[in-house]
């Protein structure tokens, strides 16, 4: 069955299916973390149904706004959902294995984002269901792959954003050097201001010289449990889809 919401009231609207890529959290947080201009050539790397792609241009319009995305099912409904927002001229989708040389030209994007498998295929059990194993874990692609998929596919100087599990950070950094991008600036997410970090927000340049950038935390409910100002920034100030459709992690 398929699904569609508006990101805020009168904003774009998205496409998600059962079975596919229930929208979560972590796409609404990446989405607000790169620095965005009006001109950019964006990479969405694993894609989905768009939802990330879309979220990028409810934030800035003049972006132009290409998606990557390993399942043809779900590159269907993408190229839907560019189609039903009138957005075929700067949000085109490609169906294709980021881990192919062949799969989009080198060195032709300005910024690249990701909101990548986060869990090695033996770190625990895997979902039934192919689209929730390939978007849980690496059984498609690795870390190491995404990583070098963004290095190919960046400018020199361009930017690679992504959300991950903070218990991968050593990985993540690494993958990030090995790759040729240098990490440059990094958000921690939490809960609550007294729990520890559940997500990591991180932009790695490619080219780019050492030097990392600590942002403040990113804390999204008040110790009350109220949505912060921060989240309400994220969600469009409370105009924002059906929170029952919102999940906080992976599937």
């Known amino acids: 069955m398929e699904h569609w919401e508006a990101l805020k009231p009168g904003g774009l609207r998205f496409v998600w299916a059962d079975g596919l890529f229930p929208p979560g959290t972590d ?42 995305e390993l399942l043809p099912e779900a590159v269907a409904l993408a190229e839907r959902a560019a189609e039903e927002n009138g957005l075929t001229d ?3 989708f490609r169906q294709g294995d980021l881990r192919s040389r062949d799969a989009l030209p080198g060195g032709q994007f300005d910024l690249a984002v990701c909101n990548p498998p986060y869990y090695p295929v033996s770190g625990g059990a895997l979902a039934a269901a192919d689209a929730r194993r390939t978007a849980r874990a690496e059984v498609d692609c690795t870390l190491a792959d995404v990583c070098r998929a963004a290095r190919r596919a960046l400018r020199w ?37 007294e729990t520890a ?54 599937p």
Not at 205 to 220: H, Q, W
């Open 27 to 68: 796409s609404f947080l990446l989405s607000a973390f790169p620095r965005l201009r009006p001109g950019l050539r964006v990479l969405d790397l694993g894609s989905g149904t768009g939802l990330l792609s879309l979220l990028l241009l409810q934030r800035q319009r003049e972006l132009t706004v290409t998606g990557l």
């Open 197 to 250: 970090p559940s997500l990591v927000l991180l932009e790695g340049s490619r080219g780019g010289k050492p030097g990392l950038d600590l942002e403040p935390p990113l804390v999204l409910y008040t110790p009350e449990g109220a949505p912060s100002e921060d989240l309400d920034r994220i969600y469009f100030r409370r105009n924002e889809p059906d929170r029952n459709h919102i999940q906080e992690d992976k």
């Open 90 to 92: 700067r949000l085109l």
């Open 157 to 193: 100087g361009g930017r690679f954003c992504l959300v991950h599990k903070p218990e991968r950070l050593t990985d993540l950094l690494c993958a990030l050097r090995e790759a040729g991008m240098e990490p440059k600036r990094m958000r921690l997410v939490s809960t609550r201001p």
